[in-house]
């Protein structure tokens, strides 16, 4: 079994791309990635791409999807050493990175640009190595 890590940007896409997630892979995140998709929604309502309804939809979707969420000591010290190591001024991307780094084998983004950061620190896998006979 693979474990991979994502992001808010990368969980909306996989509610909202009519793609299964192959069951031989588990997701993991940190505990606030529902909450952080839900920030995405919102304004995306507030931009008028998307309703009220179809963004509480998607986040039902979000809340029933079967993800290990973590964000114990551990991991958020670890988040706090990459980001200083790195230079970055949010915690909030070192988190991702820091459960990917402690839990598991690779990190999904849809972010080119986090991507780009993120490869210099653990692996980094396309979204494409979720699906069934990816790889």
């Not at 304004?43 to 993800?67: C, N």
């Not at 551990?74 to 915690?91: F, N, P, T, V, Y």
């Not at 980094?124 to 990816?134: H, Q, R, T």
Request: charged share 30%; net charge neutral.
């Amino acid at each position: 079994m693979a474990r991979y890590v994502i992001d808010p940007p990368t969980l909306l896409q996989i509610v909202t791309g009519g793609r299964q997630v192959d069951d031989s892979h588990q997701l993991v995140a940190v505990n606030s990635i529902r909450s952080d998709v839900l920030q995405l929604l919102l304004e995306e309502v507030r931009r008028g791409e998307r309703t009220d309804r179809s963004a509480l939809e998607v986040h039902e979707q979000i809340t029933e999807l079967k993800m290990r969420l973590l964000g114990d000591r551990g991991s958020r010290g670890m988040a706090w050493r990459i980001a200083r190591e790195h230079g970055w001024d949010s915690l909030r991307e070192a988190e991702y990175l820091a459960v990917t780094k402690l839990q598991a084998d690779a990190f999904v983004t849809v972010d080119r640009d986090l991507a780009k950061r993120a490869k210099a620190i653990v692996p980094v896998e396309p979204i494409k190595a979720l699906w069934s006979g990816a790889r």
